[in-house]
C-alpha cells in the first residue's frame, strides 16, 4: 500500500481572516476511503457561525480594502493564489487523494486545473475595469446614461466533495474577481483542501472578510446560508433534492440561486466510428474516471445494434485492464468511492438493477484484492429497459448501463429519454450527423467524439432537473454581477409635463 507522509493540518473555520473555533465547539471526523480509518477532524459550523461570517463578509465590502478594490488590484490576489496552489500542489493533491479517494493522477490535475482557474478569473478581473461603466448612446440630446457592473455583494457557495477544491474554485474564484464578499461551505465528507485555501488566503494577504470558509453539516452550516437575509445570492452544485431545498429557502426571500444538480448522461456511439479503442476508452473515461462520481458522466451507453457486440467485447477487455488500487499507487486508475453512505448507496443501484432484470456484464461488487475500503468495480450493466431504475436515476458511482439502437431518430430518442439535461456526447465521423445530433440533444454540454473534457473558459451547467445558471466562462463571472442602470438629465429646460402654477 501507498503510503503518504503528509500529515492532516488540523484547522478551524476561517472567518475575517483568522481562524476561529466554531461557537459550539463541535469537530467532525475525517474518513480516508481507502482504508475506512479516521485521519484528522474539521470543525463544525452551525448558524450562529454562519451569522458572524455573513457580518465578516458584509464589514469587507464596506471597507475600502476590498469594497473599493479594482480589478486589476483583486487580480493581483488572485494570481498570488494560484502561485500558492502551484507551490504546494504536491501536498494539497495528497491531501486531496486522503480526504476523497480520488487517484493521486486526478488530484494532481485537479491542482493544476485550479490554479489555472484563478489565473483565469484574474484576467477577466482586469477586463472588467474598463467594462464597469458602459455608455449607452440613445441619441438624445438631454439625457445622458450608461450601465455598471458591480459585484452583487455577499454570496453563499456550497460546493460537492467530488472535486472539492476544483469546484470550490469554480465559484469562489470568480466571486473574488466580481468583488463579492463569499462564504464558501464545502462538503463535510471532503472539505481539507477548502480549508487550506483559507490558509492560502491568509498567506496572500486577501483583505479580512472577502472569504469565509465554513465546514459542517449541511443542514445546520449551508441552510442557514440560504435563508439568511443578508446573503445576496447562492451557487450550489450537488444533488437534486439538496438544490430543491436551497430553492425552496431562497424562494422566500427572493434570492437568486445558481443550481448545478447533476445528470444522467447519454453517449451515443454510431457504427462509422474509425477507431473502436477510441471510442472505447472515451466511454469508459466519461464513465469510470473519478471512480465516476462526476455529475456529467455519461453513464448511459447507446451503441448501435450492428456494432454492440463487438464494442462490447473491446469495452470489456479495456474495463479488465483498470488498475484499482490505494489511491497514492502509481498508475492507479480508480480509487475508493468518497463514504460509506455512497457505497452503500451504489451496490444498492447494482442489486436494484439485478432485481428488475438487467445482467450485470462485469464488476457489480468490490474487488477482491482489497480487503479494506469503499471498492466498487467498474460495473457495466445490460438488457436494460428504459423504465428500470438504472436508467432513469443518477448513480454517482462507476456504474455504465447499455441499450442499442438501429435508427438514427431512435438514439435521439433514448438520448433525451431523462429527467436531466447536463451533459451529452456523440460518436461518429459523420459531420453533419454530429451536427444533427447537438441541435436535437437536451442539455447544457454536447460532446463529440469525446466525453468529459472540461475547460474554465466554456460555460458549465444544464437544463431541465440538472439545473440552470452557469459556472466559468465569462458566464461565470457575470452571475455575480450586479447591472445598474444611470439615467442623467442634462438639459436646462424644464420637463414641462405638468402646468407650471407661476405662469
Known sequence: MAMSNVGIPCRQLYIDGEWREPVKKNRIPIINPSTEEIIGDIPAATSEDVDIAVEAARKALARDDWGSTTGAQRAKYLRAIAAKVLERKSELATLESLDSGKTSFESAADMDDVAACFEYYADLAEALDSKRKTPVNLHLDSFKTYVLREPLGVVGLITPWNYPLLMATWKVAPALAAGCAAILKPSELASITCLELGEICREVGLPPGALNILTGWGPVAAAPLSSHPH???????????????????????????????????????????????????????????????????????????????EFLDRLLLWTKNIKISDPLEEDCKLGPIVSSGQYEKVLKFISNAKNEGATILYGGERPEHLKKGYYVQPTIITDVNTSMEIWKEEVFGPVLCVKTFKTEEEAIELANDTKYGLASAIMSKDVERCERFTKAFHSGIIWINCSQPTFHQLPWGGKKRSGFGRDLGEWGLEKYLNIKQVTEYTSADAWAFYKSPSN
Not at 237 to 261: F, N, R, Y
Not at 295 to 300: E, I, L, Q, V, Y
Request: glycine fraction near 8%; charge should be negative; include cysteine.
Open 231 to 309: 446573503v445576496d445570492k447562492i451557487s450550489f452544485t450537488g444533488s437534486v433534492p439538496t438544490g430543491t431545498k436551497i430553492m425552496t429557502a431562497a424562494a422566500q426571500l427572493v434570492k437568486p440561486v445558481t443550481l448545478e444538480l447533476g445528470g444522467k448522461s447519454p453517449i451515443v456511439v454510431f457504427d462509422d466510428i474509425d477507431n473502436l479503442d477510441i471510442a472505447v476508452e472515451w466511454a469508459l473515461f466519461g464513465c469510470f474516471s473519478n471512480a465516476g462520481q462526476v455529475c456529467s458522466a455519461t453513464s448511459r451507453l447507446i451503441i448501435q445494434e450492428s456494432i454492440a457486440s
